[in-house]
């Protein structure tokens, strides 16, 4: 019999709508329900792609003694974090701050005002490791309830206290300037991996954001040390396993230094970030690695993430079943020698075995391998490699696929827009291009709809019933803008200036600070607000760089404030901590060059458009357009006429404007090219 998940539209959720536990999805009925029975409730967070979210599902809540335990003591709810990140973010903090870490499965008991009083994560089924069993847990919380209230009552008083406390003012005074930056870039280096790229030791995460400061940076100050750690960290995930060597699309994140082995799920947000950080890459130094991986990228999200309704998909899971049945993490991307020969004979599957970093005892798991790049080849036959990729992804195809989570996640969407517009102006890709614009019609027509608020999910085309958040009208807009740029088509320029005036009215407070939630939003326990990138940019960097890049299109004097008061916390994080707030680096890098306006006053796709939007100027925004209508599009073209009848173009920044070039070379250099 299916319980109360059967009606929601998250797939996290719909994989515990058979469970025997009673589930309620996030409620105030259910908090009602437990205050009508004097009972506690128990908090389950996790999502569809979680590896141990799965494990702790089979073995606890499959589990019929377990879940009748559970359903007489306990109201159980279930919430999908990548539905509910303000949810999760708030009592993620509470359990940080009580245990030192924090993780997915989230086990957290409530009481019915939402109060928090004791956590978890994963619970294993017997007692281990000097960890106790899930059941011994539910006794000891049963006991804690009956036995001791006050207690109870106090602790959970205590810790919504302490969280109140946590609130940030907003994060200095004024904006970063050049010395900050210059910090940023010193705190970087000291945590630089000289031998394999990226940051820090294992696990190592693909560290996009902070390599977009790195590019911004080099070209504002043509610092060869940040265009040497973001090239190097490239090329160092191109050639790992963290990315997918016949497939293309990276994994979640690399359980080594070397990036050699990945945890495998595939996250959209992940692909959409390193799609366009490997196209700037190849904006700045035409590599042709750089160039092969945004497209390889691009292509996967396509292909495997897109969605019937035009959107992109959040994720594909880590497990799939292997040869044998078992369902086991990387069964779909390892390879054991004796599985290279049986697809490509012996003398291939040698040279595919040195090619890729196939050993007889394997880099994985029970003598497989992680296919890779070690490079120590030498000089190797192309068209070989080709056929031999060919073969190995045909073979591939034939095995059972990793699950996907299909729900559309607004700001992810955002995120993909943005990577497959510029990509596909890049690369002379229209297909491309087109598949950003059906998810941002998408957007517009689905995650809109009537309320003219932004939703922050759909699945199948139908929204789901959570509110945006910050990050979805930061990163939305930002995907917009991008968008408006490549495709000349102003209306997605109306339509991210709509998003971000919700944010001026919604989520800004005093003196430049921003929240998670709109102000009438949901109120719980706290009001959530975080302005650190994690695996992307917060919402309160990607709404800061979307209101820079709106006030640099439209002249706004609003939205270039809001923008500044937003980057006072970059002020203060930058130096400090410059790999947890790498958009916001490189939104101040924007505001530090400008950012320059570039207005096109001809042909979109045309030579002098195309020369604009490969200029490096960090942040530089670009509209073209020709004829009367053009300054109906975009405030930019307003009284830009064409010189001599050619295409020009015009480039102004705080303000000042170069004399307008109909030149393609001379437009480059005014660009930082």
Not at 629 to 644: I, T
Request: charged residues 25%; proline residues 5%; hydrophobic residues 40%.
């Amino acid at each position: 019999m299916a319980n109360r998940l059967a009606q929601t539209t998250s797939p996290y959720l719909l994989q515990h709508a058979d469970n025997p536990v009673d589930w309620w999805p996030w409620s105030p009925e259910a908090f009602e329900e437990a205050r009508k029975r004097d009972v506690p409730v128990l908090l389950s967070v996790g999502y569809a792609s979680c590896h141990w979210c799965h494990v702790m599902a089979h073995e606890s809540f499959e589990d019929e003694t377990v879940a009748a335990y559970l359903n007489a003591h306990f109201v159980p709810v279930k919430v999908d974090r990548e539905e509910r990140p303000d949810v999760d973010a708030v009592y993620m903090e509470a359990v940080q701050a009580a245990t030192g870490h924090g993780g997915w499965p989230m086990t957290v008991f409530l009481t019915a005002d939402a109060e928090p009083f004791y956590f978890g994560t994963y619970f294993p089924p017997e007692a281990r490791h000097g960890s106790p069993s899930f059941q011994q847990v539910l006794e000891g919380v049963v006991a804690a309830w009956t036995d001791r209230r006050e207690e109870v009552a106090e602790v959970a008083g205590r810790i919504v206290a302490d969280l109140a406390g946590r609130s940030l003012v907003h994060g200095g005074d004024g904006v970063p300037g050049e010395q900050e930056t210059a910090q940023a870039l010193l705190g970087l280096t000291r945590e630089y991996d000289e031998q394999h790229g990226g940051f820090g030791g294992a696990p190592k995460f693909p560290p996009s954001m902070a390599v977009e400061f790195l590019l911004r940076h080099y070209a504002r100050t043509g610092s060869e040390g940040a265009l040497q750690m973001a090239a190097d960290t490239c090329s160092a995930m191109a050639r790992g396993g963290i990315y997918d060597q016949l497939g293309g699309g990276f994994a979640r994140y690399s359980v080594d230094r070397e990036w050699v082995v990945p945890h495998f799920e595939k996250m959209l947000y992940d692909n959409a970030l390193l799609c366009r950080v490997y196209a700037h890459l190849w904006r700045t130094t035409g590599s042709d690695e750089a160039r092969r991986i945004a497209l390889e990228t691009a292509d996967f999200m396509v292909r495997e993430l897109r969605t019937a309704e035009g959107g992109f998909a959040s994720a594909l899971d880590a497990d799939s079943d292997d040869a044998d049945g078992r369902h086991v993490e990387g069964a779909f991307y390892a390879w054991t020698p004796g599985q290279l020969r049986e697809v490509l004979g012996e003398d291939d599957a040698a040279f595919a075995a040195a090619y890729f970093g196939v050993t007889e005892e394997g880099t994985f798991e029970e003598g497989s391998s992680v296919l890779r790049l070690p490079g120590d080849t030498g000089p190797v036959d192309a068209d070989r490699v080709a056929d031999v990729r060919a073969r190995l992804l045909a073979a591939r195809e034939e095995r059972p696929r990793p699950g996907r989570d299909d729900k559309v996640v607004a700001a992810w969407n955002g995120l993909a827009i943005a990577a497959l517009a510029e990509t596909g102006a890049y690369f002379d890709r229209p297909d491309l291009v087109e598949r950003a614009t059906e998810a941002a019609d998408l957007l517009v027509r689905v995650h809109l709809g009537e309320v003219a608020r932004l939703t922050r999910t759909s699945k199948d085309g139908r929204a789901g019933d959570n509110a945006g958040v910050l990050e979805d009208y930061g990163d939305v807009a930002e995907g917009f803008l991008a968008l408006a740029a490549v495709t000349g088509e102003g209306a997605w320029l109306e339509f991210a200036g709509f998003l971000l005036d919700i944010v001026l009215e919604q989520f800004t407070g005093e003196g430049g600070q921003l929240y998670d939630t709109a102000h009438d939003a949901e109120q719980l326990i706290r009001r959530p607000q975080d302005p650190t990138d994690s695996a992307t940019p917060s919402g309160w960097t990607a709404a800061a760089g979307a209101l820079l890049s709106y006030a640099a299109y439209t002249g706004s004097e609003a939205h270039r404030t809001a923008a500044e008061g937003a980057l006072g916390v970059v002020k203060a994080l930058g130096p400090r901590v410059p790999r947890f707030v790498g958009w916001g680096l490189a939104v101040a890098e924007a505001l530090l060059d400008g950012p320059r306006e570039v207005a096109v006053a001809g042909p979109v796709g045309g030579e002098l458009h195309r020369t604009a939007l490969l200029g490096r100027a960090p942040g530089a925004v670009v509209a073209a357009g020709e004829g009367p209508g053009a300054g109906a599009e975009f405030p930019l073209l307003v009284d830009r006429p064409q010189v001599g009848g050619e295409p020009t173009a015009y480039v102004c920044r705080h303000f000042v404007c170069d004399a307008p070039t109909t030149d393609a070379a001379e437009l480059t250099v005014k660009l930082g090219g």
